[in-house]
């Protein structure tokens, strides 16, 4: 709270000093200055410091009337303040995920605009950059992917991931490095990416599998950026605009395809109390004035824009060539919010409690096929039903998209107590979890009898 409160006086003092500025070239000040009125404007984003600053400071420019505060927090704790009441009575809400838009809207905590979109965005087809009933509006393209350190990989004499599939691969045991969806929205994005790229079971299957590859989990994800570009990992899963790294020479980034298209966010909130201003923000966002701050090195955003893609700067954009190329594919938020507390559930009783043991699991299984011929028939059969074992989860793709299934996990977003049928359904997959890692390791234990 010091550090937001620190924000908001100096956004403050130059609010003061410009408004004062005015006055005085005006003439306005009589004998005795009068006191400086302000109107408020309160941001809640996820957005760090040195994303938002660049806006923050040209809006306060253009409007230095207006005092600002805003407060970074995390994509999931910043939606579960808002479904509790927005009782801090937040104005705006940024983020870089749909997801979060589309919770807040079914939520009724979002406010429709006034004002419509004043320019043309990028028209993309089966794409809506904004909301269609005007509760938010997308400023920014984004995607996912993942990045990695050059430097890490020819020193472990391993080549780049060229596609998803590659993290599979055994030569990355341990070199791999990912956030948990439940606490970094960008890496929910990640994973409702490739469930909704490869399907629910297979996708499950995938990352399943993929994660006896992971060296850990982080907490968030500037932890993934941040410990790639240092070399303490050697790939890391991202979104864009973490994973593009040019303070780095050795990083490099790369979209997996088909890109999902994923429009970041900002939406006026109910319970706000300045409507007004929050709208004058909403639409320097999406101005010429605010779309061109996304072209900065420390923020490099694919603005929305026509006019943007008018002017030729956006020609060598990696993720619009691959929306002119037909290497893109819209992202489906509403399906992502539907689901989104029972994927990170899922995530988190599969995967982060069970990291460890899955890991020591795929260890033993990587050895063991080492010592054995691709084809040798006293192991393949193991190895076959050990990888059938590692890779389900005892929840249908139909209960996925069921409201009535999915609206057991919604307390994971308002803090309340777990509900007895949302125990028993926990209960239930740590049950089916515990019993095929068992049979996973006894099936090893086999392997190592008979040799």
Same mark, same amino acid.
């Given at each position: 709270?010091?550090?937001?409160?620190?924000?908001?006086?100096?956004?403050?003092?130059?609010?003061?000093?410009?408004?004062?500025?005015?006055?005085?070239?005006?003439?306005?000040?009589?004998?005795?200055?009068?006191?400086?009125?302000?109107?408020?404007?309160?941001?809640?984003?996820?957005?760090?410091?040195?994303?938002?600053?660049?806006? $923050?400071? &040209?809006?306060?420019?253009?409007?230095?009337?207006?005092?600002?505060?805003?407060?970074?927090?995390?994509?999931?704790?910043?939606?579960?303040?808002?479904?509790?009441?927005?009782?801090?009575?937040?104005?705006?809400?940024?983020?870089?995920?749909?997801?979060?838009?589309?919770?807040?809207?079914?939520?009724?905590?979002?406010? &429709?605009?006034?004002?419509? &979109?004043?320019?043309?965005?990028?028209?993309?087809?089966?794409?809506?950059?904004?909301?269609?009933?005007?509760?938010?509006?997308?400023?920014?393209?984004?995607?996912?992917?993942?990045?990695?350190?050059?430097?890490?990989?020819?020193?472990?004499?391993?080549?780049?991931?060229?596609?998803?599939?590659?993290?599979?691969?055994?030569?990355?045991?341990?070199?791999?490095?990912?956030?948990?969806?439940?606490?970094?929205?960008?890496?929910?994005?990640?994973?409702?990416? $490739?469930?909704?790229?490869?399907?629910?079971?297979?996708?499950?299957?995938?990352?399943?599998?993929?994660?006896?590859?992971?060296?850990?989990?982080?907490?968030?994800?500037?932890?993934?950026?941040?410990?790639?570009?240092?070399?303490?990992?050697?790939?890391?899963?991202?979104?864009?605009?973490?994973?593009?790294?040019?303070?780095?020479?050795?990083?490099?980034?790369?979209?997996?395809?088909?890109?999902?298209?994923?429009?970041?966010?900002?939406?006026?909130?109910?319970?706000?109390?300045?409507?007004?201003?929050?709208?004058?923000?909403?639409?320097?966002?999406?101005?010429?004035?605010?779309?061109?701050?996304?072209?900065?090195?420390?923020?490099?955003?694919?603005?929305?824009?026509?006019?943007?893609?008018?002017?030729?700067?956006?020609?060598?954009?990696?993720?619009?060539?691959?929306?002119?190329?037909?290497?893109?594919?819209?992202?489906?938020?509403?399906?992502?919010?539907?689901?989104?507390?029972?994927?990170?559930?899922?995530?988190?009783?599969? $995967?982060?409690?069970?990291?460890?043991?899955?890991?020591?699991?795929?260890?033993?299984?990587?050895?063991?096929?080492?010592?054995?011929?691709?084809?040798?028939?006293?192991?393949?059969?193991?190895?076959?039903?050990?990888?059938?074992?590692?890779?389900? $989860?005892?929840?249908?793709?139909?209960?996925?998209?069921?409201?009535?299934?999915?609206?057991?996990?919604?307390?994971?977003?308002?803090?309340?107590?777990?509900?007895?049928?949302?125990?028993?359904?926990?209960?239930?997959?740590?049950?089916?979890?515990?019993?095929?890692?068992?049979?996973?390791?006894?099936?090893?234990?086999?392997?190592?009898?008979?040799?």
């Amino acid at each position: 709270m010091y550090a937001g409160f620190l924000k908001e006086v100096r956004y403050v003092c130059r609010g003061v000093l410009g408004v004062a500025c005015v006055l005085f070239l005006c003439g306005a000040f009589p004998p005795a200055v009068k006191a400086v009125q302000l109107s408020r404007l309160q941001i809640i984003t996820s957005y760090p410091p040195r994303f938002y600053e660049p806006f $923050i400071e &040209r809006f306060q420019s253009l409007h230095p009337e207006i005092r600002i505060s805003i407060l970074n927090k995390k994509t999931t704790s910043a939606v579960a303040e808002l479904l509790r009441g927005n009782n801090r009575n937040f104005d705006v809400f940024w983020s870089s995920s749909p997801d979060s838009f589309e919770i807040l809207k079914q939520a009724k905590m979002l406010r &429709r605009t006034e004002r419509i &979109r004043q320019h043309k965005a990028i028209a993309v087809e089966g794409f809506s950059v904004d909301d269609p009933d005007g509760y938010f509006y997308g400023f920014a393209l984004s995607s996912v992917g993942w990045m990695w350190n050059d430097s890490y990989l020819k020193k472990e004499d391993i080549d780049a991931p060229k596609c998803w599939e590659d993290f599979e691969d055994s030569k990355y045991y341990s070199h791999v490095v990912m956030s948990t969806p439940s606490r970094s929205g960008t890496t929910h994005l990640i994973v409702e990416s $490739i469930l909704q790229k490869m399907g629910w079971e297979k996708g499950w299957a995938y990352l399943l599998r993929m994660s006896g590859n992971l060296v850990t989990l982080s907490a968030r994800s500037f932890s993934v950026t941040e410990g790639v570009k240092s070399g303490l990992y050697g790939v890391g899963l991202v979104i864009d605009i973490l994973g593009r790294a040019p303070d780095a020479k050795n990083v490099r980034f790369r979209y997996g395809e088909p890109a999902p298209l994923i429009p970041a966010g900002i939406g006026a909130l109910k319970n706000g109390k300045n409507s007004s201003e929050a709208e004058s923000f909403i639409d320097f966002m999406l101005s010429p004035d605010g779309q061109a701050l996304l072209l900065k090195p420390q923020i490099r955003r694919l603005p929305v824009a026509q006019q943007m893609y008018d002017s030729g700067e956006l020609a060598q954009s990696q993720l619009f060539k691959m929306i002119k190329e037909g290497k893109s594919k819209p992202y489906d938020a509403y399906l992502s919010q539907l689901r989104y507390n029972l994927v990170n559930h899922l995530f988190e009783e599969f $995967i982060t409690y069970k990291l460890l043991e899955r890991r020591q699991l795929w260890k033993r299984l990587l050895s063991l096929e080492s010592q054995y011929a691709a084809d040798d028939p006293s192991f393949v059969s193991v190895r076959n039903e050990v990888y059938r074992l590692l890779s389900e $989860i005892p929840v249908t793709e139909e209960q996925s998209h069921d409201p009535v299934f999915n609206a057991i996990f919604f307390n994971s977003f308002t803090g309340t107590p777990r509900s007895p049928e949302q125990q028993r359904q926990i209960e239930r997959w740590q049950q089916f979890m515990k019993k095929r890692l068992k049979k996973a390791n006894e099936l090893l234990d086999t392997v190592h009898r008979t040799q």
